[in-house]
């Protein structure tokens, strides 16, 4: 399994408060690599930490400081 990168100088989540994590999704089946992924380490489709409906607080990326970047510029945009 992917491992989750905590940096506590990104945002948390702005929907639950959770710190934010990024990992890197790779398959260690084929070694595919499909990129990062920064974001809510709590979301999903059935949690209790997030309204239904809600847009996905998560951000991705080709690169792991591309994620952080776009995960940075999302929050910012979501508090405004
Ligand atoms: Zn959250």
């Known amino acids: ?9 990104l945002p948390p989540c702005p929907i639950c408060g959770a710190a934010a994590v990024t990992v890197h999704m790779y398959s260690t089946y084929d070694r595919a690599d499909f990129g990062w992924r920064c974001g809510c380490p709590r979301y999903s489709i059935t949690d209790k930490h997030h309204p239904p409906g809600c847009k996905v607080p998560e951000a991705q ?3 792991k400081e591309a994620a952080e970047e776009n995960w940075i510029e999302k929050v910012r945009v979501w508090n405004e």
Do not use: V
């Open 1 to 9: 399994m992917p491992s989750e990168i905590r940096n506590p100088s």
């Open 61 to 63: 990326g080709l690169t």
